[in-house]
């Protein structure tokens, strides 16, 4: 089972993926900078001449308010989405750079092994 994790970690281009995290990281930076600066803002009442019945009229403000209550949750839905985007993007880099880092120790723990089997692989044949 390691093995077929290990094959499968092989096959990510590891340097790609390094060089564009930090540009992914950036990128939800400037996304969140940029949402969460932005106003929740009531749009512009149109100006719409209707008959002057009142129910029309109340309706019309029932469909405004409506709208204005939806626009304001999806702004704060965009915002949440936004703030998670962040996070993950700062994880990932992170994870990027802490898997980088096992990838040289783990070369440089084989390069050990390899030394120390040919250490031993040389006492065992001089003592021979």
Request: aromatic share 6%.
């Amino acid at each position: 089972m390691a093995l077929g994790w290990f094959s499968l970690l092989k096959t990510v281009p590891w340097a790609e993926v390094i060089a564009t995290a930090p540009v992914v990281a950036e990128g939800a930076k400037k996304l969140w900078k940029t949402v969460s600066k932005k106003p929740v803002t009531a749009p512009a009442p149109a100006s719409v001449v209707l008959a002057t019945e009142g129910d029309i009229l109340s309706q019309l403000q029932a469909r405004i308010a409506t709208l204005e209550a939806t626009t304001a949750e999806l702004h704060a839905q965009m915002q949440d989405s936004t703030e998670l985007i962040q996070a993950l993007a700062t994880q990932n880099t992170e994870l990027v750079q802490r898997v980088e880092a096992n990838r040289v120790r783990l070369r440089w723990v084989s390069l050990g092994l390899v030394l120390l089997a040919l250490v031993f692989a040389y006492t065992l044949k001089t003592s021979v």
